[in-house]
């Protein structure tokens, strides 16, 4: 997979944010991470559990067209101790290849 990021995985990756942030407020900020087949996010949330340690960031898959999204989409979820430092799924590349896309203000 390449590093690249669509403008309408990009859209549809908002969308998906902002219905996410609004069903869940603890979330603190949401990643979106570059790929050119499917929407790759991160939230950070202060109230879900640690990973164990070593343990890499594990994303949940969901989503078809006829759900109303047109990619695969990931997501994942950790606690802000872990961010920018939770090992990440396997093509995903590096923390700073990701782009914070919220933030609580």
């Known amino acids: 997979m390449s590093k690249t990021l669509s403008s309408d995985i990009h859209q549809e990756a908002l969308k998906l944010v902002e219905a996410n942030v609004e069903a869940e407020p603890a979330i603190a900020r949401a990643y979106l991470f570059p790929s050119d087949e499917e929407i790759r996010l991160i939230y950070v949330d202060p109230t879900v559990g640690f990973l164990r340690n070593g343990e890499a960031v594990a994303p949940y898959y969901f989503g078809n067209k006829a ?22 799924p396997e093509g995903w590349g590096d923390w700073s290849d990701a782009e914070v896309v919220w933030e609580k203000p």
Not at 67 to 88: C, N
């Open 67 to 88: 759900s109303g999204f047109v990619y695969l989409s990931a997501i994942a979820l950790i606690r802000p101790e872990e961010e920018g430092r939770a090992a990440l």
